[in-house]
């Protein structure tokens, strides 16, 4: 059915000839060296790094700073996904280019959730730090994210450039939304329910090449509840050992890794729109156990 899915999806979409000739040229410049290096690069983009980074202030730093980066970055992800499921650009792979490290080329093609995601975090403490060597840093950052998913083949350029210009716009859209609104509540509640209308459409039009916008929903859902139940509980001192830091977060990490892969090797379901919503059950699960759970177990082992 996938397959037919996307050969269907090859007919229905065009990509500009010069992208998949420039894709072509830089497959041919491909090396053991420039391989292993942008593979490398481009798990800036991925979500283990953000889970790692929101767990880290999260329990580390400052909890208020991991609420508005997860805020920021998930509502940019947000979009992402919404715009993604609407145009569903097939990825270059289907059009005869080899995609290195395929296994992260997840969803349709436009724009780049790698680069859009990383665009999101890095700029958000660019605007925030507010430091031209920051800024710079950023930049060029962004910049080889989006070449590595070039140069693997798992985007077209178009993908990527878009993918930079939300990314930037959305963190800078986010950061005064979450500045000017001081009730978090509001802010992921009304991001929950503007959502809800696309995931039920979504959800109708069941495809599994939508997973990672419901990934997405889990989140904020998950965020949803978290933000209710902060006034109800007593919050973490970041007064302690920096060794007892580092143990919060490895087990913040391996508790949510964890987690979401037990629930994801549970999901065999075949019928597409049940497989959708545990996906975003996972998800959902995953921010319950960093925002709830393990706060919880840290305060009761000290």
């Known amino acids: 059915w996938l397959e037919s899915r996307i050969k269907q999806t090859n007919k229905e979409k065009k990509m500009f000839p010069f992208e998949l000739e420039f894709l072509k040229w830089l497959e041919g410049l491909r090396t053991s060296f420039l391989n ?36 920021v970055t ?20 289907t059009k005869g280019i080899s995609c290195v ?12 959730g790698h680069t859009q995601g990383f665009a999101t975090w890095s700029s958000f403490f660019a605007i925030k730090v507010k430091k031209i060597w920051l800024s710079v840093l950023v930049g060029v950052l962004i910049t080889l994210v989006a070449v590595s998913r070039l140069y693997l083949g798992a985007h077209y350029p178009s993908d990527v450039i878009v993918a930079v210009v939300l990314g930037v716009s959305l963190s800078a859209f986010g950061n005064y939304l979450f500045v ?4 978090t509540k509001k802010l992921y509640l009304g ?23 419901f990934k ?21 001192s970041y007064e302690v050992a920096w060794w007892k830091k580092v143990i919060r977060i490895v087990l913040g990490v ?24 545990i996906d ?21 082992i000290k």
């Open 36 to 71: 292993v290096f942008f593979e490398g690069i481009t798990m800036l983009g991925e979500e283990t790094l953000i889970i790692l980074l929101v767990v880290a202030l999260w329990f580390a730093v400052d909890k208020k700073l991991a609420q508005h980066v997860f805020f």
């Open 74 to 93: 998930a509502t940019s992800l947000s979009v992402n996904g919404i715009v993604k499921n609407y145009a569903q650009v097939p990825r270059p792979f």
């Open 101 to 112: 490290r395929p296994d992260t080329a997840t969803g349709y093609s436009f724009p780049s």
């Open 180 to 183: 000017k609104v001081k009730d």
């Open 191 to 213: 991001t929950f329910l503007i959502m809800t209308p696309f995931i039920a459409y979504f959800l109708y039009v069941a495809d599994p090449l939508f997973a990672d916008l």
């Open 216 to 236: 997405t929903f889990g989140m904020i859902g998950g965020m949803v509840v978290v933000s209710f139940l902060d006034e109800k509980t007593e919050p973490l």
């Open 254 to 277: 391996v508790i949510a890794v964890a987690l979401k892969e037990v629930i994801k090797r549970m999901n065999v379901f075949e019928v597409m729109p049940i497989s959708l919503f």
């Open 280 to 300: 975003a059950i996972r998800y959902f699960v995953v921010v319950m156990a960093v925002g709830v759970l393990c706060p919880l177990l840290f305060k009761k």
